[in-house]
């Protein structure tokens, strides 16, 4: 039993491997770390503009605009720091929230991140636009 528990772990830590190297090996990957990219085609007017440290995500539909500090913690792993919030009274969030996001798949259109905030999980497609 031990050796079939073994072989299991062994082989899918070599799948999480592969998995990261493709995605890392796409050619799109190199969009993803500066650039402007939107959220959502239905809201063209809701985007993110990232540099190598700082990412504003500007959300017109609800007239928000956030100040992040971005800290890669791997190739497909990052950390949002919220620094500056326009308007906190229209939402939830709070200066030195943090979100949690790992890049689960690349397209040549869009990158998915599965993001984690105050344990709620979701899938997120983000939009190359620059």
């Given at each position: ?36 990219f ?45 620094m ?28 998915v ?18």
């Amino acid at each position: 039993m031990k050796t079939a528990t073994s072989l299991i772990t062994s082989m899918l830590a070599k799948l999480g491997i592969e998995t990261k190297n493709k995605l890392v090996q796409h050619p799109a990957y190199t969009k993803i770390k500066a650039g402007k990219f939107l959220y959502d085609s239905q809201y063209p007017k809701n985007y993110i503009v990232r540099s190598k440290d700082i990412q504003w995500d500007f959300l017109d539909h609800i007239g928000i605009e956030l100040t992040s500090k971005i800290e890669w913690l791997s190739d497909l792993e990052y950390k949002l720091t919220l620094m500056k919030i326009n308007d906190d009274e229209q939402i939830h969030l709070k200066v030195g929230d943090t979100l949690h996001a790992t890049i689960i798949d690349i397209t040549h259109d869009f990158y998915v991140i599965e993001s984690n905030y105050k344990e709620t999980i979701k899938q997120t497609e983000v939009w190359f636009v620059e």
